[in-house]
């Protein structure tokens, strides 16, 4: 049987077909649907985990007690679980863990463009990328046969373009497996400095091995052509240089490290060219060209952002069909907070108040853009709250106005540890916890907060309230973020407290919860066009002919606007 699935719903079918037993993850964009798609087959135990760290921890200690694991994230969750890989490099597995890193070229949702490729070479793991959604499906169960032959996680390497397109997959049905018995072992396990140090030469053995298979494995291989033009390319850049280059001869990897160096040198020896077509670091022309051959890539292809056929015959000389035709002029969209949102309220009384604020990960990071203006600092998920503190350290006159703001699921993920930070060094920064009851920008996903799993079953909630005040905040305090006037004076009373404080802006995303209120509507009347109501940013409400005018179509009835016009002319029914 035959079905059209994205590279994402490819990898959880894979899972699937090839007896995968545990799964965990932590949501991010472009990586979130392998967990959704995942949980869909209920003989897979399919969990969300605070962050990536602990989803790969769970998953190293599935696959040592002898299951199929899959672990899935976004590039820079790689980052988050980097300490259990390098050592998990070390003990190696029992049942085959593969480990899903989704890169995100051009940034499309990520704070940064970062290559993933080199952590397989840093923790001298092998690294398998697909090249559309069959590969995606049948690289995880090859994946997992190669964890289980070498003894070491497995890194299946997707991009953006890989995990969102859509091709023709073949399904089976799942095989039969069962989980491996676990045999105490604390040479190969407990990873103390004595027994590390002999795993660091098996290590490099296992290496030696790896670098044989690179060079049989039929998922590196050649497709013969016009040989005066070689390419050498993997992942989503091979369809783009099929297309581009359609008579050219191609050295297509699957099986990306370590790299088939024989091959390679063999493939080169028979063209007269030769390029390397790959998005984002020269990780392959790197290597070739230390290989000794002359090789054309980054001179002439871009280091930034995502490649595609017309680039690549632009460079190369290919089929630039496409380009021939004029290009669609698209309107400008910028992102904004959706109608009803309840971290609009919050960053517009910020900017009120003029305050530094340290951000963080999530929906509510368009509070920087304006209208809204009201974020200062956004570097990586829970930075908000520790940055608030180096702050406060090197300008200590200005920590009464400086706050952190962090949303619920992001604060769970790493702002706990930076919270007590603030408590245990002295601090008396403020932390705002923008509380939506979901991990909102991914598409809603549970967390340990919501009191659901990745399945909805019920379980326990965490009351982050409580949290706050067992790491030593007293000053805890939950309030709406629609009582507008009562955040106001709440958020100034805060800051100027000199201890920690934590003020937690409690309210359902609006997308989940849906506002029961009536719309509201502007009598044009009262209105006299000061476009105070334009400032919160709302795209419910539009300004023409010196008037404002609400939507009723978008309009949920949040009641934020009527609370910042001071003449009164926003209201539920005009007279």
């Known amino acids: 049987m035959k079905a059209l699935l994205t590279g994402n719903e490819a990898i959880a079918r894979g899972a699937y077909e090839n007896g995968v037993t545990v799964a965990a993850a932590y949501p991010g964009t472009p990586s979130t649907e392998i967990l959704e798609n995942v949980g869909q087959y209920r003989e897979i135990k399919a969990q969300w985990s605070p962050n990536e760290k602990v989803a790969m921890e769970v998953g190293v200690g599935s696959a040592i007690a002898g299951a199929r694991t899959l672990v899935a994230m976004k590039h820079v969750g790689v980052n988050v679980a980097a300490?259990?890989?390098?050592?998990?490099?070390?003990?190696?597995?029992?049942?085959?863990?593969v480990l899903v890193s989704a890169d995100d070229p051009g940034m499309h949702s990520s704070q940064n463009e970062q290559d993933n490729r080199a952590y397989a070479k840093f923790a001298k793991v092998p690294m398998f990328e697909p090249s559309d959604s069959q590969e995606a499906k049948d690289f995880v169960g090859l994946g997992l046969s190669i964890s289980e032959q070498f003894d070491a996680p497995?890194?299946?390497?997707?991009?953006t373009r890989i995990s969102h397109s859509k091709t023709v997959v073949e399904l089976r049905d799942p095989e039969l497996t069962s989980v491996k018995p676990y045999v105490k072992d604390i040479k190969k396990y407990v990873m103390m400095p004595a027994f590390a140090r002999q795993k660091r030469v098996q290590l490099e053995?296992?290496?030696?091995?790896?670098?044989?298979?690179?060079?049989?494995?039929?998922?590196?291989?050649?497709?013969?052509?016009?040989?005066?033009?070689?390419?050498?390319?993997?992942?989503?850049?091979?369809?783009?240089?099929?297309?581009?280059?359609?008579?050219?001869?191609?050295?297509?990897?699957g099986f990306t490290w370590p790299l088939p160096d024989k091959l390679i040198k063999k493939f080169a020896a028979d063209v007269e060219t030769l390029y390397v077509i790959e998005e984002n670091e020269p990780y392959l022309e790197e290597h070739?060209?230390?290989?000794?051959?002359?090789?054309?890539?980054?001179?002439?292809?871009?280091?930034?952002?995502?490649?595609?056929?017309?680039?690549?015959?632009?460079?190369?000389?290919?089929?630039?069909?496409?380009?021939?035709?004029?290009?669609?002029?698209?309107?400008?969209?910028?992102?904004?907070?959706?109608?009803?949102?309840?971290?609009?309220?919050?960053?517009?009384?910020?900017?009120?108040?003029?305050?530094?604020?340290?951000?963080?990960?999530?929906?509510?990071?368009?509070?920087?853009?304006?209208?809204?203006?009201?974020?200062?600092?956004?570097?990586?998920?829970?930075?908000?709250?520790?940055?608030?503190?180096?702050?406060?350290?090197?300008?200590?006159?200005?920590?009464?106005?400086?706050?952190?703001?962090?949303?619920?699921?992001?604060?769970?993920?790493?702002?706990?540890?930076?919270?007590?930070?603030?408590?245990?060094?002295?601090?008396?920064?403020?932390?705002?916890?923008?509380?939506?009851?979901?991990?909102?920008?991914?598409?809603?996903?549970?967390?340990?907060?919501?009191?659901?799993?990745?399945?909805?079953?019920?379980?326990?909630?965490?009351?982050?309230?409580?949290?706050?005040?067992?790491?030593?905040?007293?000053?805890?305090?939950?309030?709406d973020p629609f009582d507008m006037e009562g955040l106001r004076a709440l958020i100034a009373r805060e800051?100027?407290?000199?201890?920690?404080?934590?003020?937690?802006?409690?309210?359902?995303?609006?997308?989940?919860?849906?506002?029961?209120?009536?719309?509201?509507?502007?009598?044009?009347?009262?209105?006299?066009?000061?476009?105070?109501?334009?400032?919160?940013?709302?795209?419910?409400?539009?300004?023409?002919?010196?008037?404002?005018?609400?939507n009723a179509a978008l309009c949920v009835g949040c009641g934020v606007c009527a609370q910042v016009c001071k003449f009164d002319a926003i209201g539920k029914e005009v007279e």
């Open 83 to 97: 300490d259990p890989l390098f050592t998990a490099s070390y003990s190696g597995v029992n049942g085959g863990l």
């Open 154 to 159: 497995v890194f299946l390497r997707v991009t």
């Open 495 to 550: 800051v100027a407290v000199r201890e920690p404080s934590v003020i937690i802006a409690k309210r359902p995303c609006v997308l989940i919860v849906k506002q029961e209120e009536p719309v509201l509507c502007i009598d044009h009347d009262k209105c006299v066009g000061c476009k105070m109501c334009m400032r919160i940013g709302c795209p419910a409400i539009t300004h023409a002919n010196k008037k404002s005018t609400i």
């Open 288 to 479: 070739i060209k230390a290989l000794g051959l002359q090789v054309l890539g980054k001179d002439i292809l871009p280091v930034i952002g995502e490649l595609s056929v017309q680039a690549i015959a632009r460079a190369l000389g290919g089929s630039s069909a496409p380009t021939d035709r004029p290009a669609a002029k698209v309107p400008v969209r910028p992102p904004v907070l959706c109608p009803g949102c309840p971290h609009r309220p919050v960053f517009y009384l910020l900017k009120q108040l003029k305050l530094f604020v340290t951000g963080d990960i999530g929906c509510y990071t368009l509070g920087a853009l304006p209208p809204l203006d009201s974020m200062d600092t956004c570097i990586c998920m829970g930075a908000s709250v520790p940055m608030a503190l180096g702050f406060e350290k090197a300008h200590p006159e200005l920590a009464e106005k400086t706050v952190a703001v962090i949303g619920d699921s992001t604060f769970v993920h790493s702002g706990i540890t930076g919270l007590i930070d603030i408590v245990y060094n002295r601090g008396t920064s403020t932390v705002l916890i923008l509380d939506n009851s979901t991990t909102a920008m991914t598409g809603h996903q549970e967390h340990p907060g919501t009191g659901k799993t990745l399945h909805r079953e019920p379980t326990a909630a965490l009351d982050l309230e409580a949290l706050c005040k067992a790491v030593g905040v007293q000053r805890t305090f939950v309030i």
């Open 205 to 253: 053995s296992r290496l030696e091995a790896l670098k044989a298979y690179s060079e049989t494995t039929p998922i590196n291989r050649i497709e013969w052509g016009d040989k005066r033009v070689g390419v050498i390319t993997s992942g989503i850049a091979y369809q783009y240089a099929r297309e581009a280059l359609p008579q050219a001869s191609i050295l297509k990897l």
